[in-house]
């Protein structure tokens, strides 16, 4: 049995990258989608258009009626601990709390969230069972917004991405062919989704019947960032500078192997499983 979203009204709060492609799958599987977001000329059809401030305190007004379901793909503009405490600690679950205050038959709610809730630091496999440790305000403020979501009487699940890339985010790419990647001295592993698998999470975990309340986002290859690097380096055709420590962007996704298995278990499969098939595909 699966949740059908043949004739549900599904709100996507923060129609950007990522919730724009869930919501064409979501439209495609048969939903009808509107896509929140304060600016909405980059908001295509056939998702439906709201243009509205959703942290702001009259927010909910412009929302559209009945909702069945909610996507939150809200991402702040600036990275401070209040700009991330209100998208994800208080937004989420204000937005959910609203819906279910006005009536709506809302039955359930993702939330997109990270893998910065796991701020491990030694190559650790991360899952589902793992007591998040997050060592930075953005995994504590998600962290804090799961909890927030959890305590509603609907059914929420939290979707922890790991760091997206595919098409427009080129940020390693050029790194690596400007030679600002340093790979690091030891084995550090990275770990990411694509976009498109990322969204398809997203639509795939709306149909499940029986769905866990959180799920890891990853690809099968959670990779040593030394090969990663080199690996890019060698399809640009370009050196790598010397090995070193002090690249803060390298340290910053921490030090873990995040594990996607009890989501591939649900039947979901990227269709990009390793960096390799990503990378290959936007390098053409
Ligand atoms: N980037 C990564 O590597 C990564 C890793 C893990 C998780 N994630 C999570 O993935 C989710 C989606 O990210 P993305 O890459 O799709 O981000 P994105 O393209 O920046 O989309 C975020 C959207 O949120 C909207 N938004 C921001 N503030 C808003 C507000 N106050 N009211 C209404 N809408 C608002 C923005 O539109 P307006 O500016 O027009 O309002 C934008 O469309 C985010 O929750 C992000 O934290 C990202």
Redesign the pocket.
């Known amino acids: 049995m699966s949740w059908d979203l043949r004739g549900r009204r599904v709100l996507v ?9 869930a919501g064409l799958l979501l439209h495609a599987a048969g939903a009808t989608v509107f896509g ?5 000329a ?1 908001v295509p059809p056939p998702l439906q258009p709201v243009a ?5 305190p009259d ?1 909910f007004a412009a929302l559209p009626p009945d909702l069945d379901a909610l996507v ?6 600036i990275h401070d601990p209040e700009a991330y405490r ?3 600690t208080e ?1 989420p679950a204000r937005l959910a709390a609203a819906l279910l205050g006005r009536g709506d038959a809302l039955q359930r709610v993702v939330l ?5 809730v796991y701020g491990h630091q030694r190559g650790e496999v991360v899952d589902e069972q793992t007591s998040p440790q997050p060592s930075s305000f953005a995994g504590e403020a ?1 962290l804090a917004g799961e909890r927030a979501l959890a305590a509603l009487p609907v059914r929420t699940t939290s979707l ?6 595919g098409p427009g ?1 080129t940020w390693l790419i050029e790194r690596v062919r400007r030679g600002h990647a340093a790979p690091p001295t030891a084995a550090r592993f990275g770990n990411r ?1 694509h ?1 498109d698998d ?1 969204a398809a999470a997203i639509a795939h975990v709306l149909t499940l019947d029986d769905p866990a309340p959180c799920y890891v986002v990853v690809d099968d290859d959670p990779a040593d960032l030394r090969e990663v690097y080199a690996w890019l380096a060698a399809r640009l055709g370009v050196p790598l500078p010397p090995a070193s420590d002090d690249d803060a962007t390298t340290r910053r996704g921490g030090n873990k192997r995040c594990d996607n298995r009890l989501l591939r278990a649900t039947g979901w499969r990227p269709r990009y499983p390793s960096y390799r098939d990503g990378y290959a595909a936007m390098l053409g």
Do not use: K, M, Q
């Not at 709060?13 to 492609?21: K, R, T």
């Not at 997109?112 to 910065?116: D, E, K, L, P």
């Not at 922890?160 to 890339?165: C, H, S, V």
């Open positions: 709060a923060g129609a950007g990258d990522v919730g724009v492609a929140a977001r304060r600016t909405t980059a509205v401030d959703l942290l702001a927010a939150w793909a809200v991402a702040p503009h209100r998208s994800y937004g997109v969230a990270s893998t910065s998600i922890r991405f790991a760091g997206i890339y985010r989704i976009r990322g």
